[in-house]
């Protein structure tokens, strides 16, 4: 079962319906085939025939790992687990409860240890010689995705810093535009159109132009601030229908993850060649991706389902009392996140990977 590399544009991410063969069969029937990102992880897993392994335990028999195109916009993994695209999507806590609070109608399967201050740093042009401190972005020009932590740390690092960020509740210090796009924000950065953005430096848009010099880091968020502890946290989420009829398949999805992860540590230059040639990008890039400190895709697990939804629960108190102008309108009860997390995938849950030893081992 050798995991099959597709490439779709965002418009396919509308479409209303599940891939997954056999989806409508008997509760303890896989389906045949899943979707999965193309994502460094995944592209180590699939080579090193750790995909195949664990799938195929539980009797998927293919998997495909889809490649987002050019035209990638962020959220579009989420609306693909909506629709049916994919079986798991990746994003940070943030948007993940965003689009919960949206509709989409999925639960977090996995969440990361705590995120750190290299994760999502404010950018500038480097060859901008006027702003090089956070207070230097007083009444200029901010750009970025909103749903996204490209959004949510600079609003707390800014706000900190008495120049909050505008929304549709209140004008701020700085000025702010929606850039759904990572490409265009950087454009509109490098063409001086916008003053400044904020992205994952471990993020294809962002990884080449850094380390050829384009950007420079003039702040990030603070160790002991909200995003870093809370909202800045990794989720992998599934559609709750998919979750609760197939929980080995999640299962094995965590585990390979698990499994990739430990064997990528091991092997860092060898899985540096993997992921250069699965994604296309060049092999410092995807060494870059995988060791700075601000990469996502090898993170360590939160095993308490209790200690995962107080972090979303906490993360949500702050951003309301600070004027979050989505979640201000949008919340979540508390019995609403404690179902948004999926007990039986951590620690003492049914199907949990904190519970017994990987496959491998």
């Known amino acids: 079962m050798k995991a099959r590399q597709r490439r779709f544009a965002p418009i396919l991410l509308a479409s209303a319906f599940w891939v997954f063969t056999g989806m409508a069969g008997a509760e303890d029937k896989p389906p045949e085939s899943i979707n999965l990102q193309l994502q460094t992880w995944t592209a180590i897993a699939d080579a090193r025939g750790i995909l195949k392994e664990e799938f195929g335990k539980v009797g998927v028999n293919r998997v495909n790992l889809i490649a987002q195109s050019s035209g990638e916009l962020l959220g579009a993994e989420s609306a693909a687990v909506g629709g049916g695209t994919l079986a798991f999507a990746q994003r940070m806590v943030y948007p993940a409860f965003v689009q919960k609070a949206n509709g989409i109608p999925a639960v977090i399967v996995w969440l990361s240890e705590a995120s750190n201050r290299y994760r999502t740093p404010i950018f500038v042009s480097a060859a901008n010689k006027d702003i090089n401190t956070i207070a230097d972005l007083d009444g200029k020009k901010f750009g970025s995705s909103r749903i996204s932590c490209y959004w949510s740390a600079p609003f707390e690092i800014l706000n900190n810093a008495g120049i909050p960020l505008d929304s549709r509740l209140k004008k701020g210090r700085v000025r702010y535009e929606n850039i759904e796009s990572p490409a265009v924000a950087i454009q509109a950065l490098l063409s001086g159109e916008k003053d400044a953005t904020a992205g994952h430096l471990a993020a294809n848009h962002f990884t080449a132009a850094y380390l050829q010099g384009k950007f420079k880091k003039i702040g990030g968020p603070s160790d002991t601030g909200v995003y870093v502890n809370y909202g800045g946290r990794v989720s992998y989420f599934a559609h709750k229908d998919f979750a609760a009829k197939y929980p080995n398949v999640v299962k094995a999805f965590l585990a390979s993850r698990e499994r ?93 990977i904190y519970s017994d030893k990987y496959s491998a081992y």
Not at 261 to 277: M, Q
């Open 260 to 352: 990739a992860r430990d064997w990528t540590y091991d092997n860092v230059d060898e899985a540096a060649k993997i992921v250069s040639k699965a994604l296309r990008i060049p092999e410092d890039v995807a060494k870059f991706q995988i060791t700075h400190l601000g990469q996502w895709d090898f993170m360590a697990g939160e095993p308490d389902a209790d200690k995962a939804r107080h972090a979303i629960k906490e993360f949500q108190k702050w951003y309301v009392a600070n004027g979050d102008d989505i979640l201000v309108d949008k919340q979540l009860s508390d019995a609403q996140i404690d179902e948004f997390i999926d007990g039986k995938f951590f620690a003492g849950g049914s199907h949990s």
